[in-house]
């Protein structure tokens, strides 16, 4: 369980947690787990476009993850976020298609970008995440208040001189950066899990903002742990239980909180 290619999906898995975990929090917070979803689905696209130019498909993956999440926010502010979302995942993933009508293959970087491939992450692939996820956190990080003012109280944010909509699309380019990093990880059908059970079962159990977001990092970290363990010793795909986990998760919260406030 612990030999040198095991180390990596351990030291990757855990970077992705971390990172799901901060940024989820404010997703869940936010009420942005549509966009949470569409991001990585719609970007997808981009790896199949990259793979069929024969260029690196993160780079694709990149591009269209940001360029998604940029219409979503222009978008947004003609439109209801749910529908600009909409709209903009129908787009990318109608590309995606036409992307795969031109190949003859079906590249297996394509295939575990859809599902995750944790046990195959090679040692020169965790330096990048490790820079990149620190930049993402720390972005979260530094804009705490604001991100926390315009999420639950945008009127007032507004009266204190913080814009929603910047703050918004500076929302949007985090969560378009962390489900880059996290893709290659977990497949982008099962970054939604990650980001959005882990968060919720946190903000079930405790009201305060700092300790809800540490509480879902580790159980983000807690879930994609098991899930390792769990498919090396039934060789069952890592993504099965990173989907069982982030439920369980959510469902354990809700049924803790519910059990506490019975008892008051």
């Known amino acids: 369980m612990f030999a040198p290619f095991m180390v990596n999906a351990w030291v990757m898995a855990s970077i992705v947690a971390v990172i799901a975990g901060v940024v989820g929090f404010f997703v869940v917070l936010r009420g942005a787990a549509f966009v949470a979803d569409a991001v990585p689905q719609g970007a997808f696209a981009g ?3 990259a793979s069929l130019l024969g ?3 993160l780079l694709g993956l990149g591009l269209f993850a940001l360029a998604g999440s940029l219409g ?3 978008l947004s ?3 209801r976020r749910d529908v600009a979302t909409a709209l903009i995942l129908v787009m990318m993933l109608g590309l995606g298609a036409l992307f795969l009508s031109f190949t003859v293959e079906y590249s297996s970087e394509i295939f575990s970008l859809l599902f995750g491939e944790v046990l195959g992450v090679s040692t020169t692939e965790i330096l990048p995440v490790v820079i990149l996820g620190a930049v993402c956190v720390l972005a979260v990080l530094l804009l705490f208040r604001p991100l926390l003012m315009t999420s639950l109280a945008p009127e007032s944010s507004a009266a204190a001189g913080i814009s929603n909509g910047r703050m918004e699309l ?3 380019v985090i969560v378009a950066l962390a489900t880059s990093l996290t893709l290659p990880v977990v ?4 970054i939604f899990s990650l980001m959005i059970g882990p968060p919720a079962a946190a903000r079930s159990l405790t009201a305060r903002p700092l300790a809800a977001m540490g509480l879902s990092v580790v159980l983000a970290v807690l879930t994609v742990w098991v899930a390792i363990a769990a498919s090396f010793e039934t060789n069952w795909p890592v993504g ?3 989907g069982v986990g982030g439920a369980v998760c959510y469902a354990a919260g809700r049924l803790l909180a519910w059990l506490r406030t019975s008892r008051n």
């Open 170 to 172: 500076v929302f949007l």
């Open 240 to 242: 099965f239980f990173v």
């Open 55 to 57: 260029i690196n498909t």
């Open 77 to 79: 502010r003609r439109a």
């Open 72 to 74: 979503i926010g222009w």
């Open 47 to 49: 790896a199949t476009g």
């Open 187 to 190: 497949g982008a059908l099962l």
